[in-house]
């Protein structure tokens, strides 16, 4: 049984939008923190982004970004429908790659220093494509 569902990935030109979505049926999503990976074909996964947990007191989820998405992407959550998601815009050739989403149940954290580290998860989905190309 899969643990975290992606879906949304597909071909589109570059400069075009894209909305992955990551769904899960054995974890409140709210309560961890969570990450989009991605993988080039002959590269490393790489950290796109995290959410922490919603904040009790202020109901607001810190966020972080790499660099080569900051401005153009944004990670959100739908706690109503236990979905994570992705918005992809000003999308680039080099954004090609399979996306996946990844929970830590350990943390409702993302950390500045760890996020973008694999090993911060324990579980993660089966990933979705996605192909930047005119």
């Known amino acids: 049984q899969l643990q975290l569902v992606e879906s949304g990935g597909g071909l589109v030109q570059p400069g075009g939008s894209l909305r992955l979505s990551c769904t899960s049926s054995?974890?409140?999503?709210?309560?961890?923190?969570l990450g989009w990976f991605r993988q080039a074909p002959g590269k490393e996964r790489e950290g796109v982004s995290c959410?922490?947990?919603?904040?009790?007191?202020?109901?607001?989820?810190?966020?972080y970004y790499a660099d080569s998405v900051k401005g153009r992407f944004t990670i959100s959550r739908d706690n109503a429908k236990n979905t994570l998601y992705l918005q992809m815009s000003s999308l680039k050739p080099e954004d090609t790659a399979v996306y996946y989403c990844?929970?830590?149940?350990?943390?409702?954290?993302?950390?500045?220093?760890?996020?973008?580290?694999?090993?911060?998860?324990?579980?993660w989905g089966q990933g979705t494509q996605v192909t930047v190309s005119s």
């Open positions: 990844a929970v830590d149940v350990s943390s409702m954290e993302c950390s500045d220093n760890v996020w973008r580290g694999k090993t911060k998860y324990n579980y």
């Open positions: 054995a974890f409140t999503l709210d309560y961890y923190a």
């Open positions: 959410i922490s947990s919603t904040d009790g007191n202020t109901r607001v989820s810190t966020t």
